[in-house]
């Protein structure tokens, strides 16, 4: 589940209250893991947490204003007065404006002067932070995400006007490194609790960042870009059995032979950054980092695209070599080809296996039906990406596939509860459930949703589609009961997941 979509007052769920009685929720469900989406700003009109703004900074929509009421920074308690949002979803464009008004208030407060630790902070992230505050602060100045029609000073990273708007807007500038201070102030805070409590957190890193980022804007060479510096190629997939004309999902791609010149510099800093953020991290897309399909960013469809290696051993050796441990989790989905199944078999590397994609689940040649599972692998029942279950067995199957689907979980279900699926047909994501559970995988992650039981009106995301439902799902107060917390735990206990507790 992610960050935003705990429960809350402020229309959005932040790393408050509810955060923390989901980490003791989970570790009373004996779970050990909890899974969230990239934690970075979002560029995109969509809200998409895969477009950062930054591959570094944290969402300040998920500082807590709480949390900054207690610790003095607001003279007036935040939840007085506030609108009648919704419980059951982000409504962005209300949450928006509020939560900034909000956290204006709270820099107001601050003595920056008189506190040590954010100067502290300022200097240990200084690498990315600086140059990633004074971008916000001309982004909001000139009304405008794309930077390369900012005049042509800025756009090029000039020195003297850089050093000419920061001194005009220092305020602005100074803002944006107050937030982040909040955010990672209240990140390290809720990390330190999940951990204390036997649960460890599991980030995701998208392959790409926005054009419309910081990154983009301070290191233009290691992305192929025009002299305008506007992209000249876009990252997406070529057409297959779900669309005849592909997907351009929009993102600059990599200059891979500029990353290689700096022993990939950029990239080793950002796992770094992450894997201090995280006790695991998943890499979206992994495919891109052995070879990506790029599109000239003329072209309307992704249908004349090409596919491109990149450097990967050279990269991975590079890497390994940083970071003796670096606990990964990759997504192999889709076509994976030789040189990527390479890759994978050289280092070891964890993949993911979704049981959606399993079904009818008694095929021996499907990867992802649970009885042919690798040990090395996390289960899945489904992804962001995903409907629910009960939207997927509802909406997207034959009555067909239906019967087979419960004639298969029917007997392996009546062994663990006792019921009959056939009888109780709501009963059918815990049967899945179950089936993650009972496999080989070393590790199994479970949308809250399927916990709940929900359709496909509490589904996350619909890939390649721009609408107001996604990323916007929310938990509601109260909708994860003890009975779900009791039910997972003693499912954790009988397929032997229940974690060892220090």
């Not at 990273?157 to 944006?176: C, V």
């Not at 670096?326 to 989905?333: A, G, N, R, T, Y």
């Not at 059918?428 to 496909?456: E, F, T, Y």
Request: net charge positive; glycine share 6%; charged share 25%.
């Amino acid at each position: 589940m992610h960050i935003t979509s705990l429960p809350g007052r402020f229309g959005i769920g932040d790393l408050g209250g509810a955060a923390f009685e989901f980490a003791d929720m989970l570790a009373h469900a004996r779970q050990a893991f909890w899974q969230v989406l990239p934690v970075n700003p979002s560029a995109a009109m969509d809200h998409s947490p895969y477009s950062g703004l930054s591959a570094f900074a944290g969402d300040p929509l998920m500082i807590s204003p709480e949390r900054l009421y207690r610790q003095g920074y607001l003279k007036k308690d935040p939840a007085r007065g506030l609108p009648n949002l919704p419980a059951d979803r982000v409504d962005f464009t209300r949450v928006i404006p509020l939560k900034h008004h909000i956290l204006d208030a709270a820099f107001e407060g601050f003595d920056m002067d008189s506190d040590d630790r954010y100067h502290q902070f300022c200097t240990d992230h200084g690498d990315w932070l600086e140059d990633f505050a004074l971008f916000v602060a001309i982004r909001d100045e000139r009304g405008t995400g794309d930077w390369s029609k900012w005049p042509r000073r800025l756009r090029d990273r000039q020195p003297e006007a850089l050093a000419k708007f920061h001194s005009e807007h220092r305020r602005a500038i100074e803002k944006e490194k107050f937030l982040q201070y909040q955010f990672y102030k209240q990140w390290d805070f809720l990390k330190q609790y999940c951990n204390e409590h036997g649960i460890r957190l599991i980030g995701d890193l998208p392959l790409y960042v926005a054009h419309d980022s910081a990154d983009v804007w301070v290191h233009p060479r290691l992305f192929k870009l025009t002299r305008n510096k506007k992209p000249m190629y876009i990252s997406g997939m070529p057409p297959d059995t779900y669309s005849d004309t592909g997907q351009r999902w929009g993102h600059p791609v990599y200059d891979w032979s500029a990353l290689r010149r700096s022993r990939y510099k950029w990239w080793l800093d950002r796992i770094g950054h992450n894997l201090a953020l995280f006790d695991v991290l998943r890499i979206d897309h992994f495919r891109g980092l052995v070879a990506f399909y790029r599109i000239p960013a003329l072209h309307k469809t992704a249908a004349k695209g090409k596919w491109v290696r990149a450097p990967s051993i050279d990269f991975f050796n590079t890497l390994f070599r940083r970071f003796l441990a670096c606990p990964l989790i990759i997504e192999d989905l889709g076509r994976i080809t030789p040189a990527v199944r390479r890759i994978i078999e050289k280092w070891d590397l964890t993949g993911m296996r979704i049981l959606q994609f399993g079904a009818p689940f008694n095929d021996e040649t499907n990867i992802h039906a649970p009885g042919n599972y690798v040990k090395n692998c996390v289960a899945y029942t489904g992804t962001h990406d995903n409907n629910t279950i009960k939207g997927w067995f509802d909406d997207e199957l034959s009555d067909e596939q239906r019967d087979g689907i419960r004639a298969y979980l029917a007997r392996k279900f009546r062994k663990y509860s006792g019921k009959s699926l056939w009888d109780h047909p709501e009963e059918l994501s815990w049967a899945m459930i179950n089936l993650v559970m009972k496999s080989r995988a070393d590790m199994a992650i479970v949308p809250v949703q399927d916990i709940l039981g929900l359709g496909g009106e509490a589904r996350m995301n619909v890939p390649a589609s721009v609408g107001e439902t996604n990323w916007s799902w929310r938990l509601a107060p109260g909708q994860l009961t003890e009975e779900h917390i009791k039910r997972l735990a003693d499912m954790a206990r009988r397929t032997r997941r229940t974690p060892k507790r220090t």
